[in-house]
């Protein structure tokens, strides 16, 4: 499966969660959006939203600062 993670490529053997996506790119869930196909997924779907070849994820990471 080849997926797009903030326009890099990315190949997995086996079919992911969104979850699982962000664990094995070491992404902690605290303080990040996430979209696929351009939809915000909300956290407490992560775990049980599969991903499919050729989806784009966009993870955003909100920063503080003035």
């Known amino acids: 499966?080849?997926?797009t993670v903030n326009?890099?490529?990315y190949l997995s053997e086996?079919?992911?969660s969104l979850?699982?996506?962000?664990?094995n790119l070491a992404i902690e869930g605290n303080g990040?959006?996430?979209?696929v196909?351009?939809?915000i997924v909300s956290r407490s779907l992560w775990d049980g939203q599969s991903l499919c070849d050729?989806?784009?994820v966009i993870v955003i990471k909100a920063t503080a600062g003035g």
């Open 7 to 9: 326009n890099e490529p």
């Open 37 to 39: 196909n351009e939809d």
């Open 19 to 23: 979850s699982q996506l962000l664990t």
């Open 32 to 35: 990040i959006a996430v979209a």
């Open 1 to 3: 499966m080849k997926i």
């Open 14 to 16: 086996e079919t992911l």
């Open 54 to 56: 050729g989806d784009r």
